[in-house]
């Protein structure tokens, strides 16, 4: 298989007095699954996979595989800082029943480009699954090159697509150029115009809140109806633009479905709950966008 389609939810983690909220996470599943998206994301960094301890990644992905079973795909999160425990995450995913692994770089660490290539390649030679390669410069410390994901996309068959989240159109542009791996759009505010340029779908943060709205922009695009997903697409930026001006992800995403009763308003350290001024107004913010 060489390359994922449409949308993709990277799912929240919910808690609930410190524990993993199995009920809650049931409901945004169902959600999810009745709004017809293409791919669930547990255990991704919107998911807070960082806060998350091994033993809790187990029990997030089997139940979202289970539900999720011939409704959609399960592309579970991959996020270590070592390749060893990144292989013992493969291990567990694949035990899980995971379609495909979404696998973001290490770090901290800052490793060479070679020390990069070699981290995915073990990955890659670990497993059957496909595999996500995901690029976010901003929060890892170091932005795979677009030599190294050409290098890993010809040479392992089991890498199949690119969650491009760098934040730079042009970025994304000199990969097309240099290779044909498919790409999947990794911010909600960039979705269209990476859709437009060739993108083969998302993988949206705000489509945990507003699945139906950013599967309709997703299908429109991969259809052709360009009018039909620009006009969805400018109607929800305000919403995804203040989304990304408020705290750090998945702070602003999580207190939305809270305040919609989605879920609790729970977090893990270091994140901690949205001040009160930046919650006020993302409250009405969600009740302008209701409105429209």
């Known amino acids: 298989m060489k390359g994922l389609r449409g949308t993709f939810t990277p799912l929240v983690t919910t808690f609930r007095d410190g524990k993993i909220d199995q009920g809650a996470l049931k409901a945004l599943v169902e959600r999810q699954l009745a709004a017809g998206v293409d791919g669930l994301v547990p255990c991704g960094t919107t998911g807070e996979a960082s806060t998350l301890a091994l033993s809790e990644h187990r029990p997030v992905v089997a139940t979202v595989v289970k539900m999720a079973k011939r409704k ?17 995450m493969v291990r567990l995913n694949e035990d899980c029943g995971a379609s495909a692994l979404l696998a973001v770089a290490p770090y901290y660490n800052q490793p060479s480009q070679e020390g990069l290539y070699r981290h995915y390649a073990a990955i890659a030679e670990a497993t059957e699954l496909p595999i996500v390669l995901y690029n976010i410069p901003r929060r890892c410390g170091v932005e795979l090159s677009v030599e190294t994901v050409r290098r890993l996309y010809e040479t392992y068959s089991n890498v199949v697509a690119m969650k491009h989240a760098t934040g730079s159109v042009a970025g ?6 240099a290779c044909d ?10 979705a269209y115009p990476l859709l437009s340029l060739g993108a083969v779908g998302v993988v949206s943060p705000v489509a945990n809140l507003v699945p139906e709205t950013v599967q309709r922009m997703v299908q ?16 929800l930026y305000p919403l995804v633009r203040a989304l990304r001006s408020f705290e750090a992800n998945p702070i602003p995403i999580k207190t939305a479905l809270a305040i919609k009763g989605l879920c609790e308003e729970e977090f893990r350290l270091p994140l901690c709950p949205m001040c009160s001024e930046n919650r006020r107004t993302l409250e009405a913010l969600l009740g302008e966008h209701d409105a429209t």
């Open 72 to 88: 959609a795909l399960v592309v579970a999160g991959l996020e270590a800082n070592t390749t060893a425990e990144a292989i013992d």
């Open 172 to 177: 994304a542009v000199d990969l097309m150029v």
């Open 181 to 190: 791996i498919p790409i999947l759009a990794g911010e909600d505010t960039l």
């Open 220 to 235: 429109a695009a991969l259809d052709g109806e360009w009018v039909t997903a620009r006009e969805v697409y400018l109607r």
